[in-house]
């Protein structure tokens, strides 16, 4: 399994573990959005969603990366839209940093 896949694996089981704190059934694929009307889950879940993910790339990866960070925050279009753009945030700030698969 790849980088990218490992990363999406981790994302889908935080999101499914909040989906499980929260009681709601939420469906959860690649192209899921993370904010917006359409949105599976709610300004404070998604806060929760990328602690969790956060804690659990750096664990992983033996990293620090920081996701909500200014770079985040200041890119056209949000890293946090959906699962796939936050897998693919979350590569790109892994590769930058040096870490390995």
């Known amino acids: 399994m790849g980088k990218r896949d ?8 935080c999101v499914q573990e909040y989906s499980e704190q929260s009681g709601q059934e939420l469906n959860i694929g690649e192209d899921t959005p993370l904010i917006g009307p359409e949105a599976t889950v709610d300004s404070l879940g998604l ?4 602690t969790s993910f956060e804690a659990q790339l750096n664990d992983k990866y033996n ?3 920081v996701l909500a960070n200014e770079k985040a925050m ?7 839209r959906s699962l796939n753009a936050l897998a693919d945030y979350s590569v790109s ?4 940093s040096g870490a390995a698969a």
């Open 93 to 96: 700030l892994l590769d930058e």
């Open 6 to 13: 490992e990363v999406m694996a981790l994302l889908k089981e």
């Open 74 to 80: 200041s890119m056209r279009n949000s890293p946090f």
């Open 47 to 50: 806060v929760m969603v990328i």
């Open 63 to 65: 990293t620090e990366l």
